[in-house]
């Protein structure tokens, strides 16, 4: 029997969106109040996902996620190295879904982790409590996809 013929690269295709001009629906999703997954690797290589408050600047191309430095999420980040880690934030509600790739830095300043939790208030309408183990998870965005 002839392998059935796959609709995978015409489907893939459709799921990604050029990062230089963004359809302002899926922007709109990336505002919009949503818990999201961070997926980072451990060490061996097997995948770490967590749930965590995802802000997005499509300016910038920066994905943003604040975090305890002790976390896990953080030490899978650090232990990718200097040149960031592979990443992929996710969010989806019903059938809408939305995803970025990219390489993740863990930030220290804090102008950046002050700049993280304003994002973050913003889009989740409430201002996280003061933490001084606080950290900011800056990913430089590569790729997006999503749907919906």
């Known amino acids: 029997m002839p392998p059935r013929p796959t609709r995978w690269p015409h489907y893939a295709a459709r799921m990604a969106h050029d990062l230089r001009a963004l359809d302002p629906d899926y922007l709109t999703f990336?505002?919009?109040r949503h818990l999201c997954t961070l997926t980072t690797l451990r060490p061996n290589g097997t995948?770490?996902?967590?749930?965590?408050g995802v802000t997005f600047?499509?300016?910038?191309g920066i994905a943003r996620v604040i975090t305890n430095k002790g976390s896990r999420k953080v030490a899978n980040v650090l232990?990718?190295?200097p040149d960031g880690a592979p990443v992929a934030v996710c969010q989806l509600e019903g059938k809408r879904w939305a995803t970025l790739e990219g390489r993740a830095?863990?930030?220290t300043e804090a102008d950046v982790i002050a700049d993280a939790v304003a994002r973050y208030?913003?889009?989740y309408g409430r201002t996280p409590q003061p933490n001084p183990e606080r950290v900011?998870?800056?990913i430089t965005v590569?790729?997006?996809?999503g749907r919906g």
């Open 30 to 32: 990336w505002r919009e």
């Open 47 to 52: 995948p770490h996902v967590v749930a965590v």
């Open 57 to 60: 600047d499509p300016h910038t």
């Open 79 to 81: 232990a990718a190295g």
């Open 105 to 107: 830095v863990v930030r």
């Open 121 to 123: 208030a913003e889009r």
């Open 136 to 138: 900011a998870i800056e």
């Open 142 to 145: 590569t790729r997006a996809l």
